[in-house]
């Protein structure tokens, strides 16, 4: 068979390339750093959007839609924040045909803009907590681009929370980051994420606590899934966030901010994408079985539709390909592109024995299975290759992390994966000093796996790595 | 009790503010023509997006996502589009600190950017019909704006597809306009609509044929609540989307758009809405039966749980208010005001007699109901205010529907509701009188009350109204 995708081991960003382009899941805008997403790979967005924006309204979050435009003078307010952004933006300057009195910028991020209305919202310890989510797109104008992964323009959620108290801050920016994060990112994309908290230089432009999931990519980069975000008081003084206490005293909120983007789905494509292409875990997969019509006759459609049919009645999401005009080999080549979990090949020689085909994504294993037994078969391969994908990512996490001692061993092992040392070891020194190699301090955690309070708690790990 | 709201007899625009801020909907952003929409008006757009989405799918289409940034030389490719869409652009000049080489602008419509890909992924006649579909934002600077009827930026669905043959992108458009559109804004919205043809001056910039749907609202006016469009070989033509055809040959393919946005928020509030707030429809309704303890004490708290759970368990969106520290007029008020369609209110008192009160939104009734049939009076309820909710608005547009004669009588019944007329009293030199005085041709339809291909055809009749 001609080879349709550059092995991972020749070279692993070109073969993402191809994986991107010939699964058709996405292609370059006509705009610098732009994407256009195509079908194959928005669905597979949606199905993200629907598992995680359940578990935001169950951690209480209420959905809003806030403005693309921001007035440039909204950013200035808090200092580090514009610096942060500046050089990013997108400004508008016209519009409907004249200039502008005030240049507006296209949303890189919204805590300035949700900051100006929570001010206005809140007036009373009884309006706190405010908890608000949006799904939309944004815009920071990138140097480098690449799809997915680095898109000047994407999609994503925000989260703007606004509390009375710092420990309630803190205590709903965790909550985010595990039940809805960690949760959705182990349970559905399949994905081990090492949960920690950013050095004060990796921290969002800000914020005064920024916690991080980052994921160890097939060729040992890390990609960082997701923040959370403690803002301290920054933008409630900015904004003048403020509220009447119960004791009767004007108080300033605390406020949060997290947020995850189209990013997860170039997460997905390297952390379980294989030489044929895309494996999508079950859980997530828009399309979870493909039935497959090898070729028409001896009622192989018939069964085929009927089979189809049993399948979305057992609850399974099904696709249905009866495409005999293309060659079978083609089709299944781009379904294993597409990474459909399961594939059922219903063709006439094996129906003579009762039997359709099985083919598992995961390992390419091919079982005849007797029709009466298919939708259990099915079923029971989706249960189970939704634990094996995310057994075999956490394998290759464990043997590519490297416990060291130094930082010169660090920024070595981080030639292939992540390195693991004292932070003590780095400080803040050794974090420029591997900033300078391409490396750089994924996050902090503490010496039982729990997420530090600050950086300068006694003891605390640091996981080193080259990223995306 | 206070008046809460400005009566829609003494002043209905005011009204309409007054409703969109005291339910806590939406307010202006910051920029000229914004919006926030807060979680109670937003849970209403999710429930739409909901219900709309899998029409549109099970018409066939897919969802992908295009880039919100279109160069200007796309838009200038289509001459009509160009001159219907450039007093509305909204420019970027400049992007991550730097002047751009050539000005991009914020997507008014997608139509050409869309049309630019389409000419890639067409190739033969087996890629056609290519079916596409986004939920995105959108921005037109335009002059006058009204919170969900009219701003710069507002949320919708575009549709964008590309046929073989005139016949099939006319079928399409049709298949939309009514299987996806009319079916929801009838069966869910509850709003009755008039399905018809637009005029040749009323049509889409750069359509050869545009079918729209228009509601009257309960001031007499019109507005279009979603629009279909063929638009011939036009698109296809500047952006040399062909194909190969089955015979060889090298053809132009035809193309449709088609949108709805958040102005149907706008359209429910006004066709729907009484003079205490919302009133929604139960099918489309976030919270469909609000349950309310009315005050602590007897059990009654445990007895709402129960209940809410029990609702739930049915089937039904429940809400739950517990806020006894809230008087429970005001909460009485801010419920009417949401258009909850229905309350159930849980009290010691009643439940003493082993009752709650059943109180529907549609009239305002309050009914006694035993606990044990609850659930079931709720949910034949909701059934029933469905569709009264329908034939009320239904009841009122037959009657403010005038068959007349003449346009002048057409532009006199126009002061208070839609005229209907033949097409042939009007023609483009009375549309133009009629527009003057500021009133439009809503649409055409044929006498069987069908839509027309062709405002040629004879015998059409014409809807004249004041329009948002």
Request: negative net charge; contains cysteine.
């Amino acid at each position: 068979m001609a080879r349709v995708l550059t092995p991972q081991a020749e070279d692993f960003p070109r073969w993402y390339q191809d994986v991107v382009a010939k699964a058709e899941l996405a292609e370059p805008g006509p705009v610098r750093g732009s994407q256009v997403i195509r079908p194959v790979g928005y669905a597979i967005w949606e199905r993200m959007v629907d598992e995680m924006d359940a578990r935001i309204k169950a951690a209480g979050a209420e959905n809003v839609s806030f403005p693309l435009l921001i007035p440039e003078s909204y950013l200035r307010r808090e200092a580090q924040h514009v610096e942060g952004f500046s050089p990013e933006l997108a400004v508008v300057t016209h519009g409907g045909g004249k200039p502008l009195d005030e240049p507006v910028v296209i949303r890189p991020t919204s805590e300035t803009i949700f900051g100006e209305f929570m001010a206005k919202w809140v007036q009373s310890y009884r309006d706190l907590p405010l908890l608000l989510n949006q799904w939309c797109n944004v815009l920071r104008w990138e140097m480098r681009t690449r799809l997915f992964l680095r898109s000047a323009e994407f999609l994503w959620q925000e989260g703007h929370t606004a509390h009375a108290t710092e420990a309630d801050a803190r205590e709903y920016a965790r909550k985010i980051l595990h039940e809805a994060y960690e949760d959705f990112m182990v349970n559905v994309l399949a994905v081990p994420v090492t949960v920690g908290l950013k050095t004060v230089r990796e921290r969002f432009a800000g914020a005064t606590r920024t916690y991080t999931l980052e994921a160890m990519m097939r060729d040992g980069k890390a990609l960082q899934m997701g923040t959370s975000h403690e803002l301290g008081q920054n933008f409630a003084r900015a904004f003048e966030i403020d509220y009447l206490s119960a004791a009767g005293k004007q108080e300033y909120c605390w406020t949060t901010s997290w947020g995850s983007s189209t990013r997860m789905v170039g997460g997905l494509i390297m952390c379980h994408g294989d030489d044929s292409g895309l494996r999508v875990p079950p859980r997530l997969a828009p399309i979870q079985a493909q039935v497959t019509v090898v070729k028409h006759g001896d009622g192989a459609l018939a069964a085929a539709a009927k089979l189809r049919d049993a399948l979305r009645d057992a609850g399974v999401r099904v696709g249905f390909d009866e495409r005999v005009d293309i060659p079978f080999g083609r089709r299944a080549v781009n379904a294993e592109l597409r990474g459909y979990p399961v594939r059922v090949e219903v063709g006439p020689r094996d129906l003579a024995a009762g039997n359709v085909i099985l083919v598992r994504r995961l390992d390419g294993s091919k079982t005849p299975v007797n029709m009466a037994d298919a939708v259990g078969a099915v079923v029971a391969a989706l249960e189970s290759d939704q634990q094996a994908l995310f057994d075999e990512a956490d394998a290759r996490r464990v043997q590519h992390t490297e416990d060291v001692r130094t930082l010169a061993n660090a920024i070595e092992a981080a030639g292939v994966g992540f390195a693991r040392l004292p932070w003590a070891k780095v400080g803040t020194a050794g974090e420029t000093k591997a900033n300078e190699l391409g490396v750089s301090v994924r996050c902090l955690i503490r010496p039982d796996g729990s997420v530090p309070d600050s950086e300068d708690e006694k003891g605390l790990i640091a996981y080193l790595a080259r990223s995306y």
